[in-house]
């Protein structure tokens, strides 16, 4: 199993993770069964716990992936801040309008902040096309080589292998890279 295939499963398991860790902290800080009773003050405890989990685990998960500019970090910071001033909003009202249609509304925003975050932060530490091309060119293999011989292409003008005069069109050549999104695949 490569590492990215990895991350992707761990990906895919982190918020059936979260919400079973939300059952664990009800269970272990609850004076009873029922997960969101707005006289109960260990809810913010779930809640917080949770959301805590969910960033901490995300941000482990790709810190390595992500080309940390200071945009990006900004960004994130307004994010994780967003995330947990909306859930402490969402918290009061709870707490102050305990009726049915609130507690439902306040268990979807529960919900939803997880996913909120992990929107965002997609968004936010996709990288650019630019940066793309800059780590596929320092990743020290080429970025177009000769598919006949293997010889770099890089910085050509023309889709003709200066080396054993193998000619292209500019398609033929990209599509022969292969190999290449292999690589990157494992990169990632
Ligand atoms: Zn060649």
Redesign the pocket.
Known sequence: MSKLITKIILTVLMIPISNSLGALLGYLFSTNTIYFRPQNNSTWIIMLGKYIFVVAYWVLLWRTSIRWTARRVRLTMVIFTAILLIGALGFWVFRAFPIQAVRFAAYTLDQMIPITWLLATTLIWRETDVERIDRLSQSGTDVIS?P????SMNGLETAR?P????QFTIDALVKAQHRHEQEELSQA
């Open positions: 000769c006949t011989c293997g010889y292998c080396e054993c005069g193998a």
